[in-house]
């Protein structure tokens, strides 16, 4: 279905392969066109309660396809950015986690699609870096954004000033991943991890992730509030009447995502 790109789902885990290792998974229209069309059907799965999100070969994403970028003049360069914000605008919104599996270089429009998972999982492998203002021009897919809440003002205009590419120790290090693996066992805990959120009430998840990520831009008093009507409205769920009966009963729950 998908020239650029592998989906597969797997007990109720989706796997999201960006799939032009002979371009180290470069991102260009197409890429980014598949990768929308992708997470809004699992958004709308009902199946699938986490995904894993990762590269062919021995790149994540090696940034933006620079060849098909060199000819773009200045309408058609702010065309693109705007896509590739709303591709990975759109990655953020989405109630289901998603788990950036770093397995090799994320640089610039790579490292913007990883900033936009919900949490970051690097090989000892992996390079990270926004070398834009080397090739004339700046990041363009959130980067001067995403990167200073993860890592700080300071070490984010280092990063990006400087078009510094940094190994996964220093990534972890600096907040920007959040683990650090042998490459051997970079999916398997990308797995681990996505069981356990998917073995968790989907409602609540989502509703959880809604609050973090919209909390994060309001003040305390206003987050406060939104995290009470996520609490409240998931009394309504008959996910939390399992939750709560099982661990009364002492016994594993049944999520329904209902």
């Known amino acids: 279905m998908y020239q650029t790109i592998k989906y597969e789902v797997k ?20 890429v980014l066109e598949e990768l929308f069309d992708v997470f ?35 309408a058609e360069g702010r065309a693109f950015g705007a896509y590739g914000q709303k591709v990975m605008n759109y990655m953020e919104k ?21 900033m ?29 954004q995403r990167l200073s809440k993860l890592v ?34 970079l999916i398997p805990i990308c797995e681990s991890i996505a069981e356990k959120i998917a073995s968790k009430a989907p409602i609540a998840v989502g509703m959880a992730k809604t609050c973090i990520n919209k909390g994060y831009h309001l003040d305390l008093f206003s987050g406060s509030a939104l995290e009470a009507e996520a609490f409240g409205g998931c009394f309504g769920t008959e996910d939390q009447k399992e939750g709560m009966r099982a661990f009364l009963e002492k016994r594993p729950a049944s999520f329904k995502n209902r």
């Open 40 to 74: 809004g059907r699992i958004e709308e799965s009902d199946e699938v309660r986490a995904v894993i999100l990762t590269g062919e070969g021995r790149s994540f994403v090696a940034g933006a396809d620079i060849a098909q970028m060199s000819t773009l003049n200045v």
């Open 116 to 144: 936009a998972c919900d949490f970051r999982i690097a090989s000892t492998k992996a390079k990270f870096g926004q070398p834009e203002v080397g090739l004339g021009i700046t990041p363009g897919f959130g980067g001067t």
């Open 11 to 30: 007990n109720n885990i989706g796997y999201v392969t960006v799939n032009r290792p002979e371009a180290l998974n470069a991102l260009n229209k197409t």
């Open 152 to 185: 700080g003002k300071g070490m984010a205009k280092y990063m990006i000033l400087t078009a510094e590419t940094i190994n996964a120790e220093e990534a972890l290090r600096i907040g920007l991943v959040e683990k650090v693996v042998e490459p051997e066992e």
């Open 94 to 114: 989405i109630e289901k986690p998603i788990i950036a599996a770093v397995n090799g270089f994320a640089l610039g429009g790579g490292c913007e699609l990883a």
